[in-house]
């Protein structure tokens, strides 16, 4: 996903419950103002093909015997990953040959990912080690307890982010000035695309950062290669764990905007193993408690939606939501590419 740094607070138990429905139109009179997540933690849970209502067990059951199962999440939004550890605990009730493939730790850091997870080291040391993200007590450690503690492997999925910050400052040619040992980390083709999502990237960027001039455009085509390295290493990664588990039912935790719509992560990965079943769990804003879910307009996500509330406006000022962006997007001259 587009990285943003929010913060989420420490989980709690979810309620997922809205009122039996059957077909889209009964669904839009039927689902009262009540059916609204009553707070940042609570998730309305809604199977696409059906048009049916789920709680957490029964989303598991959905999702016995699916290979790899794909849960996004906005960064930082409490009720996302209360979702996540939820079903991973549902998951492993009903099959505990489980693997957790994770955005939110780059492949380099598997061996301080590993060291923790054996018992060598202590959270704080392998924070630090590993490069987990700030948020990652808040949002990510129930997920690694539970594996932890029930021996479930846990991988590394996303690419470096030194590599990452470079392709998007210098381009893809920047994979050219790795040593061998690095590049051979990374996927043998590391910018597999589609169509769709190369549009639908550009357009998300170009909405906040502008694309006039030749080089705002070259940038954002520099980003966008960016984001293939990290789509393509997660599609990498997650046929890593098939291969040292493969009777084994895959977890994997990202961005939103690496699996909704089948693109990013899910079209690289079907593209290069397309005999797997990969189910795709994605997040949509319900904002107006006064309205009905907004499932037309959303039903392409994902194959199971989960409505949440919104998160709150980052800025009300223009010009510092405008800084902020150019900010998120630019490369300090201090982190050298050579």
Not at 198 to 211: L, N, P, Q, T
Not at 264 to 284: K, N, Q
């Amino acid at each position: 996903m587009i990285l943003s740094n929010l913060f989420a607070v420490p989980l709690v138990l979810l309620t997922l419950l809205i009122a039996t429905i059957s077909g889209c139109a009964t669904m839009h009179r039927d689902v009262p103002k009540e059916s609204f997540p009553a707070t940042q933690y609570d998730a309305v849970l809604l199977q696409l093909s059906s048009r049916q209502p789920l709680n957490i067990d029964e989303l598991a059951s959905k999702l016995e015997g699916i290979d790899v199962v794909i849960v996004g999440e906005y960064h930082g939004h409490h009720a996302s990953h209360l979702l996540q550890s939820s079903l991973q605990a549902a998951l492993y009730r009903q099959n505990p040959k489980q693997v957790l493939t994770m955005e939110q730790f780059e492949l380099e850091s598997q061996l301080e990912l590993n060291r923790y997870t054996e018992g060598e080291s202590g959270e704080s040391e392998m924070i630090e080690d590993a490069a987990a993200w700030d948020n990652y007590r808040a949002s990510y450690r129930p997920l690694v307890e539970f594996a932890r503690t029930r021996d479930i492997p846990v991988l590394a999925a996303n690419a470096p982010a030194d590599i990452v910050r470079c392709i998007g400052q210098k381009g893809p040619d920047y994979l050219d000035t790795l040593d061998e040992e690095r590049r051979r980390r990374l996927p043998q083709k590391p910018f597999v695309d589609t169509p769709a999502y190369e549009e639908k990237f550009i357009a998300a960027v170009s909405s906040s950062h502008g694309a006039g001039d030749p080089s705002t455009k070259e940038r954002i085509q520099n980003i966008y290669h960016a984001q293939l390295l990290r789509d393509n290493t997660m599609a990498m990664r997650i046929l890593d764990a098939r291969r040292a588990y493969p009777d084994h039912q895959i977890l994997h935790v990202t961005g939103t905007f690496h699996s909704e719509e089948r693109l990013g992560t899910v079209a690289m990965l079907e593209s290069r193993a397309p005999e797997i079943s990969v189910a795709v769990i994605s997040p949509v804003f319900w904002r107006d408690p006064q309205s009905p879910p907004p499932i037309e307009e959303h039903r392409l996500r994902g194959d199971f939606l989960y409505f949440i509330q919104p998160l709150p406006v980052e800025f009300r000022d223009p010009e510092r939501k405008r800084a902020a962006t150019n900010t998120r997007f630019s490369q300090s001259t201090l982190d050298p590419c050579n």
